[in-house]
């Protein structure tokens, strides 16, 4: 599940550009019927990416700590060397 997940994030990157999104958005969009079930999946898959530098995230505009899971809302930015 998890490489399905990196890789719907770094797609979604991609479509946003410098844009920011929010994890939720992924999951809304990968699986729409079902998604509240996944967003644990979506945040271990997000900090995954982050840790590798591909993603940053950010909440309440600072970069959360890359050896935890992050409570709250958060956003994604994908790393213009991605």
């Known amino acids: 599940m ?7 994030i770094l797609e979604m990157g991609r479509r946003q ?10 999951v809304q969009w990968v699986f729409p019927q079902a998604w509240p079930y ?17 993603i940053s995230v950010t909440q309440s505009g600072r970069q959360v700590p890359k050896d935890s899971i992050p409570e709250g809302p958060v956003e994604i930015t994908l790393c213009s060397k991605t």
């Open 2 to 8: 998890g490489a399905i997940l990196e890789t719907a």
């Open 17 to 26: 550009g410098k844009k920011s999104f929010c994890p939720s958005k992924v």
């Open 38 to 54: 996944f967003m644990p999946d979506i945040k271990e898959a997000m900090m995954q990416l982050y840790r590798q530098g591909k």
